[in-house]
């Protein structure tokens, strides 16, 4: 004969699942607080007038801090986090600009330029 099912759940196994989920989304989010040490070089991007969006190229991996440098001829405006923020940056030809977060929380990068063409160098860190 098959045993019976308790009809009731055990409080103490209801505390305990909930315990060992808050612990997984603790953990996640410790994770996320430290640097791999990974620099992430990308292939040089064309920016034009229509602009481009730019995210890190490993799925779930945020970089920490990110830095462009604009080869030109054109200026770029450059804009991180694009649904978070909507402040652009001027990057004129020949400079390097960058920004550092003390987590991983950079999703992905905005590049246009008023007129023109510009080349532009994307060093990512996660």
């Not at 612990?23 to 990308?42: A, F, H, K, P, T």
């Not at 995210?55 to 991180?80: A, E, I, M, R």
């Not at 080349?119 to 860190?125: C, D, F, H």
């Amino acid at each position: 004969m098959p045993e019976k099912v308790p009809k009731r759940v055990d409080p103490t196994f209801v505390l305990l699942d909930e315990i060992a989920s808050r612990l997984g989304d603790i953990s996640e989010r410790m994770e996320s607080m430290v640097e791999e040490g990974v620099i992430e070089v990308l292939e040089p991007k064309t920016v034009t007038p229509q602009g481009i969006v730019v995210k890190p190229p490993f799925y779930n991996k945020l970089w920490f801090g990110v830095k462009f440098t604009n080869d030109g001829p054109q200026s770029v405006w450059v804009w991180v986090n694009t649904g978070k923020s909507n402040q652009y940056q001027e990057l004129k030809v020949g400079e390097t600009w960058g920004v550092h977060f003390k987590t991983a929380v950079i999703e992905d990068m905005a590049l246009t330029t008023k007129t023109g063409k510009a080349t532009v160098r994307i060093r990512g860190e996660r």
